[in-house]
């Protein structure tokens, strides 16, 4: 018995003509090029340790890769378009070079960085943290390159949203938020959409743990649903620990977020998420 079965949402995302199977669950593999994220920052930051780290999450069964080179850790320093441009387009040549036919994500807010990314690197997927909200032209590239997104909550930007964030039913806010924006994309044609709950965006401690408690409300949008908790401190601040040590805590929470719908794993240790996976399957088939 597959995740979706129940959960009454597509089991496909076409990529480039090319139908990936999201019956069971998937690994996106984290490739940071910042050198401020929370967790990897500047680790990833020549040739040979980009294109090491892309080999070992492919070999440990990743099924995407997902390229970041704006910071969205709270507080994060804004960086200009073309900042992000330059780190984002050296890596994306390098690891197409190596690996042409592996699924590719950008992680962007910005839509001319999509536009660019998918017309010159044939990126496959645009993760999008903002949902449109910092581009008000994000969803109309989108649909002008027919490429699946990612959709994700987030109250304010990643340089205000933990100051002080309230909400009256965040579970409510949050689906409401996503249903919304599912609306104007199939208004537009696009409907190879996936919603990310966006934990520790604009959530405090107790937001996030309520969220994860009733995600499988999540459901009501009939879509797949990616989720980013690896190493957050919504990990380690409640253990007392840091982001290093929060792999344990990270695996707990991934297995949560399988028995109540996920879709997608977005994660910095592959082999730890896919072997959740295995073993959350394994339980499934009985």
């Known amino acids: 018995m597959s995740v979706n079965n129940y959960l009454n949402k597509p089991t496909t995302i076409n990529c480039n003509g ?3 199977d999201i019956s069971e669950p ?23 340790a980009i294109l090491s780290k892309v080999k070992q999450m492919l070999g440990e069964g990743a099924d995407i890769i997902d390229i970041g080179a704006y910071s969205s850790r709270p507080g994060a320093q804004h960086i200009t378009f073309q900042e992000e441009w330059e780190r984002l387009a050296s890596v994306l040549e390098l ?14 807010f910005r839509s001319e960085i999509a536009k660019r990314a998918v017309r010159e690197f044939g990126v496959d997927i645009i993760n ?17 390159l027919n490429v699946p997104c990612i959709i994700m909550h987030m109250k304010g ?26 609306k104007q994309l199939s208004l537009m044609g696009v409907h190879d959409v996936i919603v990310d709950p966006g934990f520790g965006f604009g959530k405090t401690l107790e937001h996030n743990y309520m969220l994860m408690n009733r995600l499988d409300e999540m459901k009501l949008l009939e879509l797949p649903m990616l989720v980013g908790i690896s190493r957050k401190s919504m990990i380690y601040k409640l253990l007392g620990t840091t982001a290093e040590e929060a792999l344990n805590g990270t695996t707990a929470l991934n297995m949560m977020a399988l ?19 295995r073993i959350f399957s394994k339980v499934l088939a009985g």
């Open 128 to 144: 999008d943290i903002s949902a449109g909200e910092m581009d008000e032209n994000m969803f109309a590239t989108i649909a002008e």
């Open 259 to 277: 028995q109540r719908g996920a879709n997608i794993l977005r994660v910095h240790d592959v082999k730890e998420a896919k072997e959740c996976i």
């Open 18 to 20: 090319h139908l990936i």
């Open 157 to 182: 930007t990643p340089q205000n949203m933990q100051q002080n964030p309230v909400y009256n039913d965040v579970v409510f806010e949050v689906i409401d938020f996503l249903a919304e924006k599912k």
């Open 95 to 108: 690891v197409r070079k190596d690996h042409p036919d592996e699924l590719l994500s950008v992680d962007t």
């Open 26 to 48: 998937r690994v996106m593999g984290i490739l940071n090029v910042t050198p401020d994220s929370f967790f990897d920052g500047g680790k990833c930051n020549n040739q040979v």
